[in-house]
């Protein structure tokens, strides 16, 4: 078993080296980052890259200009990077994929938490939840970020719908007052670990953060508790955990109700808010008018962060719709492990949990299967 420290230390074989970054003389084939720092006019900012062994290392150093204006560039490292720009001990955090163009705005004396990010995806996204942390650590103080429940089902489902990005990495491995946002010593944050762990074997074989990721997470899993061999990071099978949640009427509406009453059970975990979640909702609606009259039944947990807009839409659909509110925690998730939105799961007739649907089109044909 490794402890955590253990673990940190083995990253230094883990990572590469990091490629050489340029300051100077851009083209089209690196990315490039620049913005403002103001009060640090005329200082040196040092660029930062992990070392594999819970730290960081500097690669290069860049001046700020006279008018707080600073530029950065680098090639691409074949694989998404975490970097960071460091001034008088305070560090903000940025992404780097391929050969995007970011800005980043901040003031010297409060660098992490002033810090503005854009122009990228997983820039954007970074900037999201730091600012959540930031509303947190402003409001409670660092040391209650990593304790603030609501903070954690948050950022649980940022990461949950693209656990493959650099966005969930770092959150992964980011600390707070001290504390790691996700403890492996936690099951339930475990859980968590093991979705990004999973994504990243899926999407990611060949990412030098993949390995380390799901040696965080077996090794923490055989502490919590002993696993058979073959130990797998997927959804349990055979029975399933119960699930008990409001729909849009207001209404208690359990899992068990239906679930191994003699119908067949699509159980589908969305977002009504997410991309693609219309054309997914088109697709159910074809099987349930196929398959309803045959004992088919669907069940969708919605985890839109706006409760109005998920109303909106339940109201509309002739299955069952429930609402996991930011009260119910993502503990549901975690019980089926969902590692992406949507996922969705049959349960049959006897109301074992039989199958995981990966493609929403194989739907039809997955389901016909167990009527």
Request: proline share 5%.
């Amino acid at each position: 078993m490794k402890s955590l420290k253990k673990f940190f230390a083995s990253l230094a074989m883990a990572l590469p080296v990091m490629a050489a970054m340029s300051l100077t003389g851009c083209s089209d084939s690196k990315w490039k980052v620049d913005g403002h720092i103001t009060g640090a006019e005329g200082r040196d900012v040092v660029v930062e890259a992990p070392n594999g062994a819970g730290g960081w290392y500097p690669v290069d150093t860049v001046t700020v200009g006279k008018d707080g204006a600073f530029k950065i560039s680098g090639t691409p490292f074949g694989h998404p990077e975490l970097l960071r720009l460091t001034l008088d001990g305070q560090s903000a955090y940025f992404p780097i994929d391929s050969i995007e163009s970011l800005t980043i705005n901040a003031d010297a004396s409060t660098l992490q938490a002033s810090a503005r990010l854009a122009g990228s995806p997983s820039a954007e996204k970074m900037q999201e939840v730091n600012d959540l942390i930031a509303g947190v650590a402003k409001a409670a103080g660092d040391s209650a970020v990593a304790f603030n429940p609501d903070l954690k089902r948050k950022l649980a489902e940022i990461i949950l719908r693209d656990p493959a990005d650099i966005v969930a990495y770092y959150l992964i491995f980011h600390r707070v007052g001290g504390n790691l946002l996700f403890s492996p010593y936690e099951k339930s944050d475990l859980r968590i670990i093991g979705a990004v762990a999973n994504s990243y074997t899926r999407l990611r074989p060949n990412d030098p953060r993949t390995a380390l990721l799901t040696d965080l997470y077996l090794s923490n899993r055989r502490i919590a508790a002993p696993a058979p061999s073959g130990d797998t990071i997927v959804a349990r099978e055979m029975q399933y955990p119960e699930i008990s949640l409001m729909d849009e009427k207001g209404s208690t509406r359990r899992l068990s109700d239906i679930a191994g009453n003699g119908k067949v059970v699509v159980l589908c975990f969305t977002a009504y808010g997410a991309q693609g979640a219309s054309a997914l909702n088109v697709e159910l609606n074809k099987v349930y008018s196929a398959h309803h009259a045959n004992g088919l039944e669907i069940y969708q947990v919605g985890v839109d962060e706006d409760e109005f807009q998920w109303k909106q839409s339940a109201r509309n659909l002739p299955w069952i719709t429930v609402y996991n509110t930011p009260a119910d925690g993502a503990q549901t998730l975690l019980d089926y492990n969902v590692s992406v939105l949507p996922s969705i799961f049959i349960l049959n007739r006897n109301g074992d949990l039989v199958e995981r649907v990966e493609n929403p089109d194989r739907l039809n044909s997955a389901v016909s299967r167990y009527l």
